[in-house]
Structure formats: C-alpha cells, structure tokens
C-alpha cells in the first residue's frame, strides 16, 4: 500500500511496516493529475491514481528518517520556529514605538546596539500617555525575554547533541568551511541524515530546492526561478551560509562578484549557496576537513 506524504508524518508507514505490510510514501506532487481531477479532486479518484501507480512500480518512494534523527530534527526546526517569532515580537515593538513617534536616544541609534540589556531596560521604562500602549509594549517586552530565555536554553540542547557520537565528527568537519556554524551544521545533518543517499551535486542540490525551473520546446529552452518543490529549511540553512562564506571566504567573495557582473545579486547568492552545497557534499562523503 502507500499514501500521500502530509502532516502525519511516517508514523503511520512504520505501524503498517511492523504489521507485515509494505507500505510507502510517496511526494504529493509525484501523484499525476489531469485538468479535470484538480476540479473535481476526491479521495477516492486519488486512492484509484495511487492504486495505479502502485501496480505499475512507477512511482518515487520517500526517503523514510528514523525515529532518532526526526526527534533531533524536531528540535533544530523547532529553534527556528522560536527565533522566527522572536523577530515578529522585535518587529511588533519597533512598530508601537515609530507610531507614537518615539525616537530612541543617541546612544541607541545603530541597531547593533538595540536588544541589549539596557535597550530593554530603557523600552521598559519608556512612559506612554495611553495605557492600551503601554500594556502591549509590556507584554511584548514580556514575550521577548521569554523567547530569549527559551532559545538560550534549547541553544545548550543543541550543543549538548552535538557533542554525541552521532553528530561529534561530522559538525566538526562542517565547521572548518566558511560560512557554516554549529547551529548550521546541525540542521544540515539532521535534515540530510544519511549524505550517501545523494548520489552527486545535482541530486543534493534537488533536494535542498536550490535547481532552477525548466520550461523547454523544441530549440527553446528556458530555466526560471528555482523550485519550490524541496526542503526549504536546507535551503535557507545553504543561502544563508552563503551570504557568511562570501563575507569570510576570498574565493567565493570573487565568484559572487563575478556572478554580479552578469545577474542581480539574489540569483548570484544562489550560485553561491550551490558551491557551498558542493564543499558539504565533498567534506561529509570523504571525511575531510574542508582546505581554505
């Protein structure tokens, strides 16, 4: 049997696995569907289409993580999650205070000063004319201590995960490139698990959506934006750790000038992020430090 890959995760293929029953997952998107069955889409006609494809083999099962790896992912996305909100809560304050027209004091005035201690202090003590204000700039204030206390804490978690067997040699291979941390490392290999599962750069690079559309006929051939179609955490985690590489890293400071001469600089961190892809691919396959 098999089913569609959703919210429920695989706990429902590993139940059927342990019953004697093999099941698979497929990706949503594999399943084919005409013009007419998005219109008049039902469960049915969908186990019917799954039903087919499971009779013909012509299908694409998804990579099952164990149990360990998906506990250790949970924890890595759910510290995104945290630092996500944390910036909206940040945003929702900076906002109150531009509405009332509060300027900061000039020892306040880089952003690389906001957020300390005593920029909290100081919003803390801040005195509105309107108490509706000033109960929301507390709770705010409230739910950005609590995030960070949060983060802090799950921040040590990680650390200590990283230091297991699983995790200790291979965070610090990824650690020697440029651009990538041991929060970054982290993420990389529990959204990856098994890196020999990725055949060569293009199959990774697929994987982390970092390929761009293709639209051919007959001579003409035309490459859009990159998919949306794979894991956007890795992505992100891949992007990010390019724009780092560029600022560290004279080699890929180059490549990404060189890629500005010709495109718009969101396209060349791309090819930036696609490099860095291919160091990580290179580092984990062969257990190298990675050579500035």
């Avoid at 985690?237 to 590489?245: Q, S």
Wanted: with cysteine; net charge positive; glycine share 6%.
């Amino acid at each position: 049997c098999g089913y569609e890959s959703g919210f429920c995760g695989f706990w429902i293929q590993k139940e059927l696995l342990s019953m004697g029953v093999n099941c698979v997952v497929v990706h949503s998107a594999d399943v084919p569907t005409t013009h007419k069955e998005r219109i008049y889409k039902r469960d049915p006609l969908d186990s019917k289409k799954l039903a087919r494809m499971l009779r013909t083999g012509d299908y694409n099962r998804l990579y099952i993580p164990d149990d360990h790896s998906l506990g250790d992912r949970n924890i890595l996305r759910t510290r995104r999650m945290l630092v996500s909100d944390l910036t909206r809560y940040k945003n929702r304050i900076k906002a109150l205070l531009c509405f009332w027209g509060i300027r900061y004091p000039d020892h306040f005035k880089k952003s690389t000063t906001h957020w300390s201690k005593r920029f909290i202090d100081w919003l803390q003590d801040l005195q509105l004319n309107n108490p509706g204000s000033k109960t929301a700039l507390d709770t705010w204030i409230g739910q950005v201590n609590l995030f960070r206390e949060t983060i802090l804490k799950i921040n040590s978690e990680i650390k200590s995960l990283s230091r297991e067997e699983r995790y200790e040699k291979p965070v610090d291979l990824l650690i020697t490139i440029p651009g990538i941390g041991m929060i970054s490392a982290m993420t990389i290999l529990t959204e990856i698990e098994n890196i020999n599962r990725f055949q060569d750069l293009d199959h990774f690079c697929s994987y982390a959506a970092l390929v761009p559309t293709s639209h051919s006929s007959g001579e003409i051939e035309i490459n859009g934006r990159i998919t949306k179609r794979g894991n956007k955490v890795l992505k992100t985690i891949l992007v990010e750790g390019a724009w780092g590489a560029v600022r560290s890293d004279p080699a890929m400071l180059l490549a990404f000038r060189k890629f500005c001469g010709r495109m718009d600089k969101n396209k060349a961190i791309i090819r930036i992020a696609r490099k860095l892809a291919n160091r990580i691919l290179f580092v984990l396959k062969n257990q190298l430090e990675y050579q500035n």
